[in-house]
């Protein structure tokens, strides 16, 4: 009959409610963008870049990764100015 009791209960659960919202937005933002874009490989082809400023070493990515080169871009490759900004160098 005593409504009070029932309140209450019902903001613990909010606040349990809550609790757990922030909890799994947390966890969600702690777990979730793990970067998956391939890095620049750490081959012959490749290791000249490491030290080079990324402009400078923008330049010569397209001279083999052209529609004609040794290792063409995948077709539905994302816009591809600035190499480097996505291919991260290690
Ligand atoms: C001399 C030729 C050559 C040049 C210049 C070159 N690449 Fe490559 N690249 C290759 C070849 C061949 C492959 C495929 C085999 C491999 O993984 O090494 C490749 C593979 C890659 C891959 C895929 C790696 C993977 O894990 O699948 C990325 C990313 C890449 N290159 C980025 C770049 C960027 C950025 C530049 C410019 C800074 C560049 N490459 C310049 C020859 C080249
Ligand atoms: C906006 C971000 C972005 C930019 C800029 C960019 N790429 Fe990519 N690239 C990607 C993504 C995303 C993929 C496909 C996922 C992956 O890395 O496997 C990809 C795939 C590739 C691959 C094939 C990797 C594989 O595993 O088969 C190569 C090679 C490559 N990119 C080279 C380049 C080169 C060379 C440039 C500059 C001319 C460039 N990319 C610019 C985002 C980018």
Do not use: W
């Not at 009791?5 to 799994?24: D, G, H, M, Y």
């Amino acid at each position: 009959m005593n409504p009070t009791p029932v309140r209450k209960k019902n903001s613990i659960l909010l606040n349990v409610a809550f609790l757990l919202t922030c909890a799994a937005i947390l966890l969600f933002l702690f777990k979730a963008p793990k970067e998956t874009t391939a890095k620049l490989p750490k081959d012959a082809n490749h290791s000249r870049f490491q030290d080079m400023p990324k402009k400078e070493a923008e330049k010569f990515c397209t001279e083999c990764h052209n529609p004609a080169g040794i290792s063409p871009l995948p077709a539905d490759h994302p816009p591809k100015y600035r190499c480097l900004f996505c291919h991260k160098r290690t």
